[in-house]
C-alpha cells in the first residue's frame, strides 16, 4: 500500500524559509515522477513543483520560479520542496504526490492534479507577519 506522509509545514513570516519533505513507504520510488501541489482556501488544487524519475529534470510553475527548489532522495524514499522568500499568497496546505499518468506529456503538462494517482494528507504552510 503506498503511503505518502508530508512534514516540515508550519508558520513562517514573509520572505522566511521552510523545507517540507515528503516520506514515501510501499513504493519505489525511483520510478515514479513526484510532484508538489497546493491548494489555498477556495481555490483549485494546483501543481507547484514536478520532478522527473528518468532523469530528474524538474518543472516549476511560473509564481516560485527562482524561489522553491524540488529535489529528490530515491535511497531515503524522501522527496523536498525548499521554499525560499515566502509570501502570503504562498499559503495553503501542500501535497505531495506520485504523477502515474501522462507519462508521455511535457512535465509542465504533466504537473497537475489529473497526472495524480496517490496523494499525501498535506502540511499546511502559513505566510504571515
Known amino acids: 500500500q503506498v503511503q505518502l506522509v508530508e512534514s516540515g509545514g508550519g508558520l513562517v513570516q514573509p520572505g522566511g524559509s521552510l523545507r517540507l519533505s515528503c516520506a514515501a513507504s510501499g513504493v519505489t520510488l525511483d520510478y515514479y515522477t513526484i510532484g508538489w501541489f497546493r491548494q489555498a482556501p477556495g481555490k483549485e488544487r494546483e501543481g507547484v513543483s514536478c520532478i522527473r524519475s528518468s532523469d530528474g529534470s524538474t518543472y516549476n510553475v511560473e509564481s516560485v520560479k527562482g524561489r522553491f527548489t524540488i529535489s529528490r532522495d530515491n535511497a531515503k524514499k524522501t522527496v523536498y520542496l525548499q521554499m525560499n522568500s515566502l509570501k502570503p499568497e504562498d499559503t495553503a496546505v501542500y501535497y505531495c504526490?506520485?504523477?502515474?499518468?501522462?507519462?508521455?506529456?511535457?512535465?509542465?503538462?504533466?504537473?497537475?492534479?489529473?497526472?495524480?494517482?496517490?496523494w499525501g494528507q498535506g502540511t499546511q504552510v502559513t505566510v504571515s507577519p
Open positions: 504526490a506520485i504523477l502515474s499518468y501522462g507519462r508521455s506529456w511535457p512535465l509542465g503538462r504533466r504537473c497537475a492534479p489529473l497526472s495524480v494517482g496517490s
